[in-house]
């Protein structure tokens, strides 16, 4: 679990099943990242399921459900993925809308960074998320190139290189 100011972030577990269902449906989340299929309840604790087998358990990182620290509302999620067509993970996040825009995501996504381990963070998004673009930047990752993944979305890819003592 981390904690900031304003947000708690850990792992997803079955009970969150519900807001997954209503996260992976919103409107931006379709439109950005795409649709994952998360048509019931049931689909959505599949996908929590996926989240420990695919990423916790073999990495040991992943996504987190972010929350507000003062009343736990579920607001959105934030982490690293591991990418097959990267070297490094790569952060990602995404936010209900009526909590994007409020600084959670800078919040969220400097926790993270702050706890990163690894030396090099990537970032990918879509050449129209113009702000999911200027969080990345906010966050010290700088645009590298245009690259193509395997089922052919083409994403803009960021890197930040962080030196280790």
């Known amino acids: ?24 449906n919103t409107p931006t989340w379709i439109q950005y990242i795409g649709d994952r299929n998360i ?3 049931h689909d959505a604790e599949n996908y929590i399921s ?7 358990d073999r990495y040991n990182y992943g996504p987190l459900l972010v929350s507000l620290k003062e009343d736990e ?3 959105g999620l934030c982490g690293l993925f591991k990418r097959a ?13 009526g909590h994007a825009g409020k600084g959670f ?4 996504c400097r926790a993270i960074i702050d706890d990163y381990p690894f030396e090099v963070l990537y970032a990918t998004t879509t050449d129209e998320n113009i702000r999911s673009q200027k969080l990345i930047e906010r966050c010290g ?12 979305t083409l994403l803009r890819l960021y890197q930040r ?4 003592s």
Do not use: C, W
Request: proline content about 7%.
């Open 1 to 24: 679990m981390i904690t900031t100011t304003n947000l708690t972030l850990r792992r997803f577990i079955l009970d969150d099943a519900p807001f997954v269902f209503e996260l992976l």
């Open 39 to 41: 048509h019931t309840l």
């Open 50 to 56: 996926m989240l420990h087998t695919n990423f916790y």
């Open 73 to 75: 509302t579920p607001i």
């Open 85 to 97: 067509y990267l070297d490094s993970p790569d952060i990602g996040f995404a936010f209900m809308p």
């Open 105 to 108: 995501g800078y919040e969220s």
């Open 141 to 152: 990752l700088v645009y590298q190139k245009d690259i193509e993944t395997p089922e052919g």
């Open 161 to 164: 290189i962080f030196i280790k």
